[in-house]
């Protein structure tokens, strides 16, 4: 049994223990003697199929699991995030591109550095996993970092993280996905079919479970749904289908019902019913990203050895990457945005997709690259963050030093209460006020 089979199993039983509630309340039959019972018929199935081995079982990867329904998670609460507008279709169109461009020359561009400077990285495709990874923004950083900036700003930077993190886990899998293609036109071909087939059954199922889930009337709904999205995932991974756009198309039809339930379509959706759920979708991503987030930089820290911080091949690399990173996003902002590119053009921190894609490379041994140090990484997300963090104060009109001293009680001064400095509040006021924010 593998990840995904586990994932099946897992997903299937709470759908299942779902009827099991729906039928203990028509026939007084308590649900749990049922999964008990259902309990039995799968270990004897198993056992008769030789399927089930409890040492293999607890062998398995709790952290490949809990990453991958991470990532679920994060794409879904990304297309949650993701209102589609007329009036905002140029503003769309501009960050789908600069998270495109961005994306693929910064992985082909540090998987030359990943292929020259790291040892025993002889395998360029085995480069560009490693690379596609560090080129991806984090959003679970960068949508609460960017609540002091308004307008387009703000938007742009909401879109293109988004689309940063959908398009780069897609591509990335995409790459897991060629470990048994023979060349690039075989890997190109198979990723045209991966893209047709998966986005015609996306758009089928995203429509079918936003009409049922509207309509289902017991209180256990949510985790309903998202073992329903984990089963459809692992299912289509075992298909080796692109199952993180079923994802995607889900939370973009629920979010935008108006646009995708249109003319005969919309006597299938009540909007009245979809807010609450909506609503609930939000608080139920945002725990379980905290959650994830806390749980993967923990054993991201355990990974890290403290003499690959003093390690010359480390920083080389890192400051590599990090020039490249910042290079291609100025030239692909100039590009396509073209003016009035900052401070967006610092915020760029690197977070955790990063990490979790990382761990996913473990699982795929034919990719791995013994000696490349996860120190690497520690460097990339802390200079991106920081890089990120000065910006945003800078652009605010504040010096770095006063606000990193005024958390110091001596120097602080906050008569209104507020548990911010008074004279720091009127000097972001002052700024933003001053701020063309339209014009972008």
Do not use: W
Request: charge should be negative; hydrophobic fraction near 55%.
């Amino acid at each position: 049994m593998d990840t995904y089979e586990l994932i099946i199993a897992i997903s299937g039983i709470i759908i299942i223990s779902f009827f099991f509630n729906i039928f203990a309340k028509k026939t007084n039959i308590p649900s749990v003697l049922m999964l008990i019972a259902l309990g039995v018929v799968i270990q004897e199935l198993a056992a008769d199929n030789g399927k089930f081995d409890i040492e293999k079982f607890a062998k398995l990867s709790t952290l490949e699991i809990v990453g991958n329904i991470g990532l679920v998670m994060i794409v879904l609460e990304a297309a949650l995030d993701l209102k589609l507008e007329k009036e905002k279709t140029k503003l769309i169109i501009n960050s789908f591109f600069v998270a495109l461009i961005a994306l693929i020359v910064s992985s082909a561009a540090i998987a030359f550095i990943i292929h020259f400077l790291v040892p025993g990285a002889d395998n360029f495709v085995s480069c560009l996993v490693y690379a596609v990874p560090l080129s991806i923004m984090s959003s679970a950083i960068i949508i609460p970092s960017v609540g002091g900036l308004t307008g387009a700003k703000k938007e742009f930077m909401v879109y293109e993280s988004t689309f940063s993190d959908i398009l780069g886990i897609m591509v990335f899998y995409f790459l897991i996905g060629s470990e048994h293609s023979t060349g690039g036109v075989d890997i190109a071909i198979d990723i045209g079919i991966n893209i047709v087939v998966t986005i015609i059954a996306s758009i089928i199922l995203a429509y079918i479970m936003v009409y049922i889930f509207q309509r289902l009337t017991s209180q256990v709904k949510l985790f309903l749904v998202i073992s329903l999205l984990m089963f459809v995932f692992a299912l289509g991974k075992k298909m080796h289908l692109s199952s993180l756009l079923i994802i995607l198309a889900f939370g973009l039809v629920l979010n935008n019902t108006k646009l995708f339930f249109k003319g005969r379509l919309s006597k299938y959706i009540d909007e009245e019913k979809t807010k609450p759920i909506m609503h609930d979708f939000h608080i139920l991503t945002l725990e379980s990203a905290f959650v994830i987030r806390t749980f993967f930089f923990v054993i991201f820290g355990m990974f890290i050895t403290i003499d690959s911080i003093f390690n010359l091949n480390v920083a080389m690399v890192s400051a590599a990457i990090i020039a490249i990173l910042y290079t291609v996003r100025l030239l692909t902002l100039k590009l396509i945005v073209k003016t009035d590119i900052v401070p967006q053009l610092y915020i760029a921190p690197r977070g955790l997709i990063t990490i979790l894609l990382f761990f996913v490379i473990g699982a795929h041994p034919h990719f791995e690259i013994p000696q490349f140090d996860p120190g690497i990484l520690l460097f990339v997300i802390l200079i991106s963050s920081t890089v990120m963090t000065i910006a945003l104060i800078r652009f605010r009109g504040e010096k770095v030093s006063e606000v990193l001293l005024s958390q110091l009680p001596k120097r602080r001064i906050d008569k209104d209460g507020d548990g911010i400095d008074d004279k720091h509040e009127d000097i972001v006021e002052d700024n933003v006020e001053q701020q063309d924010f339209n014009n972008f």
